[in-house]
């Protein structure tokens, strides 16, 4: 399966406190996407950075990528209790359809 | 206004019915897509559509069988409903075909057979 792991399975922090959560992916890629899920929701698209960036940021995220490792993470910046959900990374391996991660499950309590 | 909108919201139907999803996105989008949720939270993606066109058929038993009336409507129809088709179901769109493009996503329809 071509599909991604991610690293923690799940992270529980203090509210404030940053969160980090890795990706890793099994072939070469164009483009990785994360994306968060809150409970009982659809999933809303957080960044895109494509295989020729090294970093992104928007807002308190931010997204790093090292092809040579076939490695990303997402760093959450002073986390709260909002940013309580799931997070997926999503790969397109070279082709026109995202494979997603298996998640990551961030509890902030306030 | 909801960008993309699923109904029903909830389903639950005995084994060897007959149901469908539907689906309508107002972004004016060329790509739509769906997807199943697993109860472990795995998501693979199903069937994508471009301007009514088939262009992704995963190996998706052919009991589920996608319409496209208009680039703006992708329904899901599943025949003969099995125990392992209860899961999460989403539909989402993109501006254009291709993974290179953020994906909007339904709120989802959790599909539960008994």
């Known amino acids: 399966s071509q599909q991604g792991e991610e690293d923690p399975q799940a992270l529980s922090i203090q509210e404030g406190e940053n969160a980090t959560m890795n990706c890793s992916y099994k072939t070469s890629i164009n483009n990785l996407q994360w994306y968060r899920q809150n409970s009982g929701r659809g999933l809303v698209h957080l960044i895109l950075?494509?295989?020729?960036?090294r970093e992104k940021h928007s807002g308190r995220l931010r997204v790093t990528l090292d092809t040579s490792k076939k490695s990303s993470s997402l760093l959450i910046t002073a986390s709260r209790a909002a940013d309580t959900a799931s997070y997926f990374c999503?790969?397109?391996?070279?082709?026109?359809?995202?494979?997603f991660g298996t998640g990551t499950r961030l509890q902030v309590f306030p | 206004d909801t960008a993309v909108s699923q109904t029903p919201k909830y389903l639950v139907t005995q084994m060897g019915n007959d149901k469908s999803i539907k689906c309508e996105q107002n972004?004016?989008?060329?790509?739509m897509y769906w997807y199943k949720q697993d109860s472990k939270k795995f998501l693979k993606i199903m069937f994508s559509y471009n301007n009514k066109e088939l262009i992704i058929n995963e190996t998706v038993p052919n009991r589920f069988s996608p319409k496209s009336p208009d680039k703006a409507h992708l329904n899901l129809h599943i025949n003969s409903l099995e125990l392992g088709d209860s899961a999460v179901y989403f539909c989402?769109?993109?501006?254009?075909?291709?993974?290179?493009?953020?994906?909007?996503f339904g709120p989802g329809t959790r599909l539960t057979v008994t």
């Open positions: 950075i494509r295989s020729n960036e």
């Open positions: 989402a769109s993109s501006p254009i075909t291709g993974a290179g493009y953020e994906q909007y």
């Open positions: 972004l004016g989008h060329d790509t």
């Open positions: 999503a790969t397109d391996y070279n082709t026109d359809k995202l494979i």
